[in-house]
């Protein structure tokens, strides 16, 4: 399928981990996005986010999956590529998380980041434009979006892996399992 049999779950430094902005109330939101420097906050995000979270499950759903959780806890496949989009340099810490404690009900994923998408004739830029119609994959579509996308040839952009089930990783909150972000000087 592919050499990334892995997620990379990204947090910031004072985050905990598998803590999702969807899971507050809107004006805890708005709080906390205000005071994050990473984060473009001008009071439409939360909304936004909350919005696309229910297309994404939604159409998780129309596939014939069967997510546990509301609102999404979101990782990547493999590691973050190197570039303008390297999330090495954005935040502080990651948890590499096996997918093969996932069944296919507890994921799926998107390409690239759900919010976005790159035109098809764009693979090799940076280029992005905001998605208002993400298209979800199961587990078992990987190989294909890997292979249409060429994602390890291009490495601009990275699979977004979407956690619908937190059972089988909840011990992952633990310290132990906590690797500092390595920061790469571009």
């Avoid at 009071?43 to 297309?55: A, P, Q, S, V």
């Avoid at 060429?150 to 059972?167: G, R, S």
Wanted: glycine share 4%.
């Amino acid at each position: 399928m592919t050499s990334d049999n892995y997620l990379s779950y990204y947090f910031r430094k004072n985050q905990q981990p598998f803590d999702v902005i969807t899971n507050y109330k809107q004006d805890e939101a708005e709080k906390i996005l205000k005071n994050d420097e990473f984060w473009r906050s001008d009071g439409t995000y939360f909304l936004h986010r909350k919005k696309h979270e229910k297309i994404i499950r939604h159409k998780f759903i129309l596939k014939g999956f069967s997510p546990k959780r509301e609102w999404p806890i979101y990782a990547i496949l493999g590691e973050s590529p190197v570039g303008p989009h390297d999330l090495e340099n954005e935040y502080f810490y990651k948890i590499k998380i096996p997918l093969e404690v996932f069944s296919e009900n507890d994921i799926s994923f998107t390409y690239p980041d759900s919010l976005y998408e790159v035109p098809g004739d764009d693979l090799g830029k940076l280029y992005l434009e905001r998605s208002t119609n993400p298209v979800v994959y199961s587990i078992h579509d990987l190989k294909n979006v890997i292979e249409e996308y060429k994602v390890y040839e291009y490495n601009n952009h990275y699979i977004e892996a979407q956690i619908w089930n937190e059972d089988n990783i909840k011990h992952l909150r633990d310290k132990k399992y906590w690797v500092k972000c390595i920061k790469r000087n571009l």
